[in-house]
């Protein structure tokens, strides 16, 4: 019995032996596929991988070249908002001069029209005193001659004030 144990321990390694070397083979299979498949995508990669290379090395060319566009048009920036700056203070000390100039003219006007206005003034009140007055008195005596004149012309009568006007005119 110990020969027949010993010859089924013998059948089961063999027969164990024989299924790892199925699985070895099977796995030999498999790699030799995934070997076969490596060196196809390894071939494919290398013929896509030289346009591939191509385009990248072209957009990092393109990407340089925008980034030193963009560095040339920030340095021309800052020229232009340096230059506004400038103009800007320009302008505002012109608006500033400008207005304290304008600031002064109208002080100046403003002196210039209130001395003509009290010299208008005291021509008005000139000619009202030393002019019109007189004008007036002859104006009242030519009146009266005219109205002397007049009467001598008519001869007649000047007419009776009534006593009503009389109270009156001594009451105003």
């Known amino acids: 019995m110990s020969n027949d144990i010993g010859l089924v321990l013998v059948i089961v390694v063999s027969v164990a032996i024989l299924v790892q070397v199925g699985i070895l083979y099977a796995i030999f299979q498999m790699m030799s596929r995934l070997n076969q498949q490596v060196t196809t995508a390894r071939e494919s990669f290398d013929r896509t991988k030289e346009p591939f290379i191509a385009d990248i090395k072209t957009l990092l060319s393109q990407s340089i070249e925008l980034l030193n566009n963009l560095n040339r048009i920030s340095g021309d920036f800052s020229k232009i908002s340096s230059t506004a700056r400038n103009q800007m203070e320009k302008v505002d000390f012109l608006v500033s001069e400008t ?74």
């Open 99 to 172: 207005t304290d100039l304008a600031r002064n003219q109208v002080r100046r006007l403003d002196v210039i029209v209130t001395d003509a206005v009290d010299h208008i003034e005291r021509t008005t009140k000139v000619v009202q005193t030393n002019i019109l007055g007189p004008v007036r008195e002859v104006s009242a005596v030519i009146k009266g001659i005219k109205m002397g004149l007049e009467f001598l012309a008519s001869k007649r009568q000047p007419a009776q004030v009534d006593k009503a006007t009389q109270d009156e005119a001594m009451f105003i």
